[in-house]
C-alpha cells in the first residue's frame, strides 16, 4: 500500500510539480521514511494520517538533523500534503495549522483545474472550417491531452511526432530532461488536421507557424498562450486564470 502510494506521489511530482528525476527521488524517499515510520503497526491509510501523527513524526526526526535539513523535511512532507489536498480533496487544515516556521510551512491554494463542462465549451468555440481556428484548437489539445507547458508547445518540432509509435517527444522541458509521450487519438486527429489541411509550405520544423506577419515563422510562447486566453474568453470562462489549468486538470485526470 504504501509503496503504490509513493508511486502516486511520484507521479504527481512528476506531472504537476515538475521536478528534476534526482529531487524527485529524494523528495519520495523523505515521505517513504514518513509513512513507514507512522504506519509500523497499522495498515496505511491516508485518512489516518493526522496533524498529531505528524507531530509526533517531527519530534522524533527533527531533533536529530541540522537547521537546514529540518527546513527541507517540512518542505517535503508539506508538498506530500499538498499532493493528497489536490488528488484527495484530503482536509489538511489542522496539519497546516502546526506550529512550523512561517517561511516553511505556509498555506498555499490548490492548483485550479478546469470541469468537464467548461472544457465542452473552450472546445467548442473553434471553427473547424477556418484555418486559424484548426491551428489553434491544435494548440489547446496539446496543451491538455499532453499536459504541456506553452514553452513546450512553442518548442515541439515535426521531428518530434512517431506516428508509427504514436509517441511525442517533448525536449523544452523545465526539468532539462526528454520525454516521450504516447499521443492521444484526439490529439492525433487534431495534428493530422492542421498539418494536412491548413499549415502553410515553408522550410520551418517548428511544428506551430504563423499564419500572419511573418507566415510560417514559429509561434512565439506568448502567441502560443494568447490563442487560449482569447478562446476562454469567448467560452465565457471567467475562473480562468491562464494556460496551466489545462495542465492541472490532466495531472488531476492522471493520478485519480
Given at each position: ?102 517561511p516553511v510551512w505556509p498555506r498555499s491554494g490548490l492548483p485550479k483545474i478546469l470541469t468537464g463542462d467548461e472544457l465542452n465549451r473552450l ?10 481556428d484548426i491551428r489553434n484548437y491544435t494548440i489547446l489539445r496539446s496543451l491538455k491531452d499532453l499536459g504541456l507547458r506553452c514553452s513546450e ?104
Open positions: 500500500m504504501i509503496e503504490t502510494e509513493i508511486e502516486r506521489f511520484q507521479r504527481y511530482l512528476k506531472e504537476v510539480a515538475g521536478l528534476s528525476n534526482n529531487t524527485i527521488i529524494s523528495q519520495c524517499n523523505t515521505i517513504k521514511i514518513f509513512l513507514y515510520s507512522s504506519f509500523q503497526k497499522t495498515e496505511f491509510s491516508t485518512e489516518k494520517i493526522t496533524a498529531d501523527l505528524v507531530r509526533i513524526h517531527f519530534t522524533h526526526t527533527l531533533g536529530h538533523v541540522l537547521p537546514a535539513s529540518k527546513k527541507t523535511l517540512i518542505t517535503r512532507v508539506r508538498s506530500y500534503i499538498r499532493f493528497l489536498e489536490f488528488s484527495d480533496g484530503f482536509r489538511a487544515d489542522e496539519i497546516l495549522k502546526l506550529p512550523m516556521t512561517s472546445y467548442s468555440v473553434y471553427d473547424q472550417t477556418k484555418p486559424t508547445v512553442a518548442g515541439l518540432t515535426l521531428d518530434d511526432i512517431n506516428w508509427p509509435q504514436g509517441t511525442m517527444r517533448i525536449k523544452n522541458t523545465k526539468s532539462h530532461s526528454e520525454r516521450l509521450l504516447l499521443l492521444p487519438a484526439m490529439t492525433g486527429q487534431a495534428l493530422e488536421a492542421y498539418l494536412l489541411k491548413v499549415r502553410p509550405v515553408t522550410e520551418e520544423r517548428i511544428l506551430f507557424v504563423r499564419f500572419k506577419n511573418q507566415t510560417g515563422f514559429p509561434m512565439g510562447v506568448s502567441q502560443i498562450r494568447q490563442t487560449v486566453r482569447k478562446a476562454a474568453t469567448k467560452a465565457g470562462l471567467e475562473n480562468f486564470t491562464g494556460t496551466h489549468m489545462l495542465r492541472h486538470t490532466t495531472a488531476k485526470e492522471l493520478i485519480k
